[in-house]
């Protein structure tokens, strides 16, 4: 949980926690160095060039084929999709 993670009480999660964000941070920077780019589709329109549905949902706050839930992320090199994004995306209404 978020308060385990930041409170002085538990010294070794929450060095374990900041080594892990630190290392994430250094590895996506190096990955767009070389063209890898991540891509968190949330709340754009769906497209099945770069995001996998996953399953439909139905939500009435947001337009039909907008992307509602991202499960995992995606990777594109040079402008081409090498993971696409595991995505849910908003249902037609009944």
Known sequence: PEE??????????????????MTETVLIKTFEQH???KIWP???KFDPNVHD????MPDPE????????VA???FV????CIR????????KPP
């Open 77 to 80: 090199l040079h402008d081409r």
């Open 84 to 91: 696409p994004a595991g995505v849910g995306v908003v249902s």
């Open 53 to 56: 549905a996953l399953f439909e």
């Open 62 to 69: 947001r337009e039909p084929g907008t992307v509602a839930h």
């Open 4 to 21: 385990s993670r930041a409170s002085d009480e538990q010294p070794t999660l929450k060095a374990l926690y900041e080594g892990v964000v």
């Open 72 to 74: 995992s992320a995606g």
């Open 35 to 37: 063209g890898l780019v």
């Open 42 to 44: 949330m709340d754009e």
